[in-house]
């Protein structure tokens, strides 16, 4: 994009900023740009773009849609239906193609204000021009919104941070604990206690002070108060003594508090977002994006979505009535959890009870101890929303060991008593919306808050009984265990389908999605399944009073169905032997109710289908037919030769599988797990989708973070570290791609770090300069540490029986007794993506260091090390961007009649064809003319005044 394109966007962007947040705002215009979907996987990634285009998204149409998503605004021409001569607004002169190239632009908040969006043909031709008449309806709606009669209470983040307020804290929870160990009361009456006590000390220590009418910058200190109250007071001091003998010393006191203010705000400041960086990356760090996220969208700060918002019935009439809506959320609900599992009494009987050891028993039997309780509320997640009693998981890491030995007595008294807190049998149910139309039930998701105190009582439980069941768990199941991730399962069905590919193999696969599957287990089995783990009955009594639902095995025996099988010989990467080696099947990965089944043949994987849908359903399951789909691998068809023949793909047998008179969709691409699969095998949509995502979450922090000037540039770069590129990487362990995809993400990479240090393309700056200032590595090398990581990770991974897991398996499998079919072309596997990676790096013996953990992670972050950012980076950057101004005023000298020379016609090249710059001296090719235009060249910038100046010398001649 050139650089009036940037300007205008900037100048635009400028004026949108001075508008007020809550005000809506319609822009108009010819924006000479173009949107457009090119499949129905980027529609789902974008709020901005309706689904009626007309085009595909051009150069203009990213930064068309990169304004949108920055300010929240929606295009009102996509989503109309209309005729395609009533969407497009004009014509290309040359191919005489109609496009949309005229918008009209409105808030999101806004958006059901706008009732159609059309053009007009006539009035083109009253006016004389060659853009249609584009005219909008809004109907503004205004509407009061209900104030909460009762307000939570709120405690300061700041406080509750205060080594003072938590020792006072805790100091006035311990005269409580005599009431702890009253075995006068019920554990009700002693519960009720304790969130008394914890309520009033927290409200009278931790509460947000009244006096603070608006909500505080989290930043801010007390001490940083005190010296802007301090300068304040300085001021009014200095004001009152204007034209007397005092004025310059209250003009001087008053200086040096604003001078002391500054200093300590600009620090706090500082230390504040160093903060804000070690909690997002320790975040990421510990697999727990969804707290990376929410703290993004803290900073962000979003609008609050407006509650009660109209739904429809069953019947697709439209509820205005905040109470008629109520009771069809609780109809919905009511419907969505009450689900009724019928299951066949002699199939429950058939679970046989696993003999449990004395010492084992007793184990699990016992009273909860103090440190169980005190390990159990270190696991507890901070930041995360009570139940009805308001308690906190962080008031109660507050409370300290007063806490602790509460909680411990409490506990006790349930394990003794088997009775449960009444309190602990109320949730609150809140709604999230997922997708689609916000009018429809059924595009929301609930979410049950319960005690936080139940849940720690939870954790115990589940902290006695974890080994116990992951030993038991099938191997292909990495949902909700230690070690294990999404990263396993994407990693195994991707080097499954690129083997196959490899040896033009079939392979058919089926996506299973579990309808309700969690609300859907039958109590009775569970406690049976329970027993069958050899979880001891006093704690499935436990779990009965909790009425938590835990993990289940599914086992399917009636289906006699082969997974696919290949062979695991030797650790010999690239160098299978056909002598030594064991062949495995891999039927099936399972991710929590996630589940992916892949077979050999389509009559294998339509027996697994109908064997599945009869085994879930006699045990009170049903599959999702609508959200479960199938896919087949690519496979050409091959010449006597066995030669590969382009083009011509393998008919594959129709698979017409049907499912409660509901045909299962098939697919050529498919998200699991959050990466993309396609059955050619290439990266391209998955890319897309990467970018289209980190574009997003870029974009979510330009106003809050990238155009902040108070925040340095090492604190952004860590921020953008942590928060762009996990999204922009995630599975790039598992990808083989192309020198174009790689040029595609570091373009995207480059954008960034540019908007982030503020140049522009028109300023000039290279990439390598951009990665020498910012002290950032190529996103390549970041990619190619990933994938090593995650190669040496595999290679030292272990099951439960200390034997080869299936990701190491699947690593270094192999078909032994095949050959490879000709004529297949280039294509580069994972494997050989590694085997580069391990000659960039200079790693000599990678089965040895790759066991060596931290050997390994030395090797390969080696070239990835952060450095610090340039000393005089902002310098460099001025001096850059007056460059720029000096090539704009020439750019614009020439318009006005300066004639542009050749700069091989003004330079004399000598009998080698090397030409001799005029200033520096330096001899190049005349291929070098451009690239010694853009360096530094000081002797130019030097030139006498009589001459002209090295811009116009290269650039117009003399």
Same mark, same amino acid.
């Given at each position: 994009?050139?650089?009036?394109?940037?300007?205008?966007?900037?100048?635009?962007?400028?004026?949108?900023?001075?508008?007020?947040?809550?005000?809506?705002?319609?822009?108009?215009?010819?924006?000479?740009?173009?949107?457009?979907?090119?499949?129905?996987?980027?529609?789902?990634?974008?709020?901005?773009?309706?689904?009626?285009?007309?085009?595909?998204?051009?150069?203009?149409?990213?930064?068309?849609?990169?304004?949108?998503?920055?300010?929240?605004?929606?295009?009102?021409?996509?989503?109309?239906?209309?005729?395609?001569?009533?969407?497009?607004?004009?014509?290309?002169?040359?191919?005489?193609?109609?496009?949309?190239?005229?918008?009209?632009?409105?808030?999101?908040?806004?958006?059901?204000?706008?009732?159609?969006?059309?053009?007009?043909?006539?009035?083109?031709?009253?006016?004389?021009?060659?853009?249609?008449?584009?005219?909008?309806?809004?109907?503004?709606?205004?509407?009061?919104?209900?104030?909460?009669?009762?307000?939570?209470?709120?405690?300061?983040?700041?406080?509750?941070?205060?080594?003072?307020?938590?020792?006072?804290?805790?100091?006035?929870?311990?005269?409580?604990?005599?009431?702890?160990?009253?075995?006068?009361?019920?554990?009700?009456?002693?519960?009720?206690?304790?969130?008394?006590?914890?309520?009033?000390?927290?409200?009278?220590?931790?509460?947000?002070?009244?006096?603070?009418?608006?909500?505080?910058?989290?930043?801010?200190?007390?001490?940083?108060?005190?010296?802007?109250?301090?300068?304040?007071?300085?001021?009014?001091?200095?004001?009152?003594?204007?034209?007397?003998?005092?004025?310059?010393?209250?003009?001087?006191?008053?200086?040096?508090?604003?001078?002391?203010?500054?200093?300590?705000?600009?620090?706090?400041?500082?230390?504040?977002?160093?903060?804000?960086?070690?909690?997002?990356?320790?975040?990421?760090?510990?697999?727990?994006?969804?707290?990376?996220?929410?703290?993004?969208?803290?900073?962000?700060?979003?609008?609050?979505?407006?509650?009660?918002?109209?739904?429809?019935?069953?019947?697709?009439?439209?509820?205005?009535?905040?109470?008629?809506?109520?009771?069809?959320?609780?109809?919905?609900?009511?419907?969505?959890?009450?689900?009724?599992?019928?299951?066949?009494?002699?199939?429950?009987?058939?679970?046989?009870?696993?003999?449990?050891?004395?010492?084992?028993?007793?184990?699990?039997?016992?009273?909860?101890?103090?440190?169980?309780?005190?390990?159990?509320?270190?696991?507890?997640?901070?930041?995360?929303?009570?139940?009805?009693?308001?308690?906190?998981?962080?008031?109660?890491?507050?409370?300290?060991?007063?806490?602790?030995?509460?909680?411990?007595?409490?506990?006790?008294?349930?394990?003794?008593?088997?009775?449960?807190?009444?309190?602990?049998?109320?949730?609150?149910?809140?709604?999230? @919306?997922?997708? +689609?139309? %916000?009018?429809?039930?059924? #595009?929301?998701?609930?979410?049950? $808050? /319960?005690?936080?105190?139940?849940?720690?009582?939870?954790?115990?439980?589940?902290?006695?009984?974890?080994?116990?069941?992951?030993?038991?768990?099938?191997?292909?199941?990495?949902?909700?265990?230690?070690?294990?991730?999404?990263?396993?399962?994407?990693?195994?069905?991707?080097?499954?389908?690129?083997?196959?590919?490899?040896?033009?193999?079939?392979?058919?696969?089926?996506?299973?999605?579990?309808?309700?599957?969690?609300?859907?287990?039958?109590?009775?089995?569970?406690?049976?399944?329970?027993?069958?783990?050899?979880?001891?009955?006093?704690?499935?009594?436990?779990?009965?009073?909790?009425?938590?639902?835990?993990?289940?095995?599914?086992?399917?025996?009636?289906?006699?169905?082969?997974?696919?099988?290949?062979?695991?010989?030797?650790?010999? @990467?690239?160098? +299978?032997? %056909?002598?030594?080696?064991? #062949?495995?099947?891999?039927?099936? $990965? /399972?991710?929590?109710?996630?589940?992916?089944?892949?077979?050999?043949?389509?009559?294998?994987?339509?027996?697994?289908?109908?064997?599945?849908?009869?085994?879930?359903?006699?045990?009170?399951?049903?599959?999702?037919?609508?959200?479960?789909?199938?896919?087949?691998?690519?496979?050409?068809?091959?010449?006597?030769?066995?030669?590969?023949?382009?083009?011509?793909?393998?008919?594959?047998?129709?698979?017409?599988?049907?499912?409660?008179?509901?045909?299962?969709?098939?697919?050529?691409?498919?998200?699991?797990?959050?990466?993309?699969?396609?059955?050619?095998?290439?990266?391209?949509?998955?890319?897309?989708?990467?970018?289209?995502?980190?574009?997003?979450?870029?974009?979510?922090?330009?106003?809050?973070?990238?155009?902040?000037?108070?925040?340095?540039?090492?604190?952004?770069?860590?921020?953008?570290?942590?928060?762009?590129?996990?999204?922009? $990487?995630?599975?790039?362990?598992?990808?083989?791609?192309?020198?174009?995809?790689?040029?595609?993400?570091?373009?995207?990479?480059?954008?960034?770090?540019?908007?982030?240090?503020?140049?522009?393309?028109?300023?000039?700056?290279?990439?390598?300069?951009?990665?020498?200032?910012?002290?950032?590595?190529?996103?390549?090398?970041?990619?190619?540490?990933?994938?090593?990581?995650?190669?040496?990770?595999?290679?030292?991974?272990?099951?439960?029986?200390?034997?080869?897991?299936?990701?190491?398996?699947?690593?270094?499998?192999?078909?032994?007794?095949?050959?490879?079919?000709?004529?297949?072309?280039?294509?580069?596997?994972?494997?050989?993506?590694?085997?580069?990676?391990?000659?960039?790096?200079?790693?000599?013996?990678?089965?040895?260091?790759?066991?060596?953990?931290?050997?390994?992670?030395?090797?390969?972050?080696?070239?990835?090390?952060?450095?610090?950012?340039?000393?005089?980076?902002?310098?460099?950057?001025?001096?850059?961007?007056?460059?720029?101004?000096?090539?704009?005023?020439?750019?614009?000298?020439?318009?006005?009649?300066?004639?542009?020379?050749?700069?091989?016609?003004?330079?004399?090249?000598?009998?080698?064809?090397?030409?001799?710059?005029?200033?520096?001296?330096?001899?190049?090719?005349?291929?070098?003319?451009?690239?010694?235009?853009?360096?530094?060249?000081?002797?130019?910038?030097?030139?006498?005044?009589?001459?002209?100046?090295?811009?116009?010398?290269?650039?117009?001649?003399?």
């Amino acid at each position: 994009m050139n650089d009036d394109s940037q300007k205008f966007y900037n100048d635009l962007q400028d004026v949108i900023n001075q508008i007020p947040t809550e005000d809506m705002y319609i822009i108009m215009g010819d924006f000479n740009a173009r949107v457009g979907w090119n499949n129905q996987q980027q529609q789902n990634l974008y709020n901005s773009i309706g689904p009626y285009t007309v085009d595909i998204t051009n150069e203009n149409g990213e930064k068309l849609i990169d304004l949108c998503t920055i300010n929240n605004l929606i295009v009102t021409n996509t989503f109309f239906k209309h005729k395609l001569v009533h969407q497009t607004s004009w014509m290309h002169p040359g191919n005489k193609q109609w496009h949309m190239i005229d918008y009209t632009f409105v808030n999101k908040k806004f958006r059901s204000s706008i009732e159609d969006c059309r053009m007009y043909r006539k009035a083109a031709g009253a006016i004389g021009t060659d853009h249609h008449l584009m005219r909008i309806k809004i109907k503004l709606h205004f509407r009061s919104r209900r104030k909460l009669v009762q307000k939570k209470l709120v405690y300061d983040p700041i406080k509750m941070k205060n080594d003072n307020a938590l020792k006072q804290f805790q100091k006035d929870l311990i005269p409580t604990l005599s009431d702890a160990t009253d075995k006068t009361i019920s554990i009700d009456e002693k519960y009720d206690r304790f969130v008394e006590h914890m309520k009033t000390n927290a409200e009278k220590i931790l509460k947000i002070d009244k006096n603070k009418n608006r909500k505080r910058k989290e930043w801010l200190t007390d001490e940083i108060l005190e010296i802007v109250e301090k300068k304040a007071t300085a001021f009014v001091n200095w004001q009152n003594h204007r034209g007397t003998k005092l004025e310059i010393e209250y003009a001087n006191k008053y200086k040096r508090l604003r001078k002391l203010a500054k200093g300590k705000i600009e620090k706090r400041q500082e230390e504040y977002w160093d903060e804000i960086c070690e909690e997002i990356e320790s975040s990421v760090k510990l697999n727990d994006p969804a707290n990376a996220f929410n703290i993004i969208r803290r900073l962000g700060g979003k609008r609050k979505r407006i509650k009660n918002m109209p739904i429809k019935d069953k019947h697709g009439k439209l509820i205005l009535n905040s109470a008629d809506q109520l009771e069809r959320w609780r109809e919905f609900f009511g419907d969505l959890l009450n689900v009724s599992t019928a299951v066949d009494l002699q199939l429950i009987d058939q679970i046989k009870i696993t003999r449990i050891e004395k010492n084992e028993e007793e184990r699990q039997s016992i009273q909860p101890t103090i440190s169980e309780v005190r390990k159990a509320l270190n696991q507890m997640k901070s930041r995360k929303a009570p139940g009805n009693d308001e308690i906190t998981a962080d008031l109660l890491k507050a409370g300290g060991e007063p806490v602790i030995k509460w909680l411990h007595e409490i506990f006790s008294d349930i394990w003794k008593q088997e009775e449960m807190i009444e309190e602990w049998n109320l949730a609150i149910l809140i709604k999230l @919306f997922k997708k +689609g139309d %916000k009018q429809l039930c059924e #595009n929301y998701r609930g979410i049950s $808050l /319960l005690s936080v105190t139940s849940k720690l009582f939870s954790r115990i439980i589940l902290n006695r009984i974890q080994l116990l069941v992951n030993r038991q768990l099938l191997e292909a199941q990495s949902g909700f265990r230690s070690n294990r991730s999404t990263i396993d399962q994407i990693f195994i069905l991707k080097l499954c389908m690129e083997k196959r590919r490899e040896f033009n193999k079939p392979l058919f696969m089926c996506f299973i999605d579990i309808s309700k599957a969690y609300d859907s287990v039958n109590r009775n089995l569970l406690w049976k399944v329970c027993r069958q783990y050899g979880i001891s009955e006093k704690l499935v009594n436990r779990l009965k009073m909790l009425i938590q639902i835990q993990k289940q095995r599914k086992v399917i025996e009636e289906a006699d169905v082969t997974g696919i099988q290949v062979s695991y010989g030797r650790n010999d @990467f690239f160098h +299978g032997t %056909k002598e030594k080696y064991l #062949n495995f099947d891999i039927l099936a $990965l /399972l991710y929590a109710d996630d589940l992916v089944v892949m077979c050999e043949t389509s009559d294998d994987l339509e027996i697994f289908i109908e064997t599945f849908e009869k085994i879930t359903l006699a045990y009170g399951l049903s599959m999702n037919v609508k959200k479960t789909c199938i896919m087949t691998l690519k496979q050409l068809e091959v010449d006597q030769n066995n030669k590969i023949i382009h083009n011509h793909e393998v008919d594959q047998p129709d698979l017409d599988i049907n499912i409660r008179n509901q045909k299962v969709e098939i697919v050529n691409y498919f998200t699991y797990l959050g990466c993309g699969v396609s059955r050619d095998q290439k990266p391209d949509e998955e890319i897309n989708t990467r970018l289209a995502k980190a574009s997003t979450a870029f974009n979510m922090l330009r106003s809050v973070i990238w155009y902040r000037k108070t925040i340095s540039i090492t604190s952004r770069l860590r921020i953008y570290r942590a928060c762009v590129l996990p999204v922009l $990487l995630y599975g790039s362990e598992t990808w083989s791609i192309t020198k174009t995809h790689e040029q595609r993400i570091s373009t995207f990479y480059m954008k960034c770090l540019r908007i982030i240090i503020g140049v522009n393309l028109g300023d000039r700056m290279s990439n390598d300069k951009i990665l020498e200032m910012t002290g950032q590595p190529p996103i390549e090398t970041i990619i190619r540490r990933n994938r090593l990581r995650w190669f040496g990770h595999a290679n030292r991974m272990m099951n439960s029986d200390n034997e080869p897991s299936v990701v190491k398996k699947i690593t270094f499998s192999y078909f032994p007794e095949e050959k490879r079919p000709g004529n297949s072309g280039i294509r580069k596997r994972w494997e050989d993506k590694v085997k580069e990676d391990i000659e960039h790096c200079q790693i000599k013996n990678w089965r040895k260091d790759s066991l060596n953990r931290d050997h390994w992670r030395e090797l390969i972050n080696k070239n990835v090390q952060n450095k610090p950012v340039h000393q005089n980076i902002k310098e460099i950057i001025y001096e850059y961007k007056q460059r720029a101004v000096n090539r704009r005023n020439d750019d614009l000298a020439a318009s006005h009649g300066v004639i542009k020379t050749k700069v091989t016609e003004i330079l004399v090249k000598d009998t080698n064809n090397h030409y001799v710059c005029p200033g520096c001296g330096i001899q190049f090719k005349p291929q070098g003319i451009a690239n010694h235009n853009g360096m530094e060249c000081k002797e130019l910038e030097m030139a006498s005044n009589d001459c002209k100046t090295s811009s116009e010398l290269w650039e117009y001649g003399p």
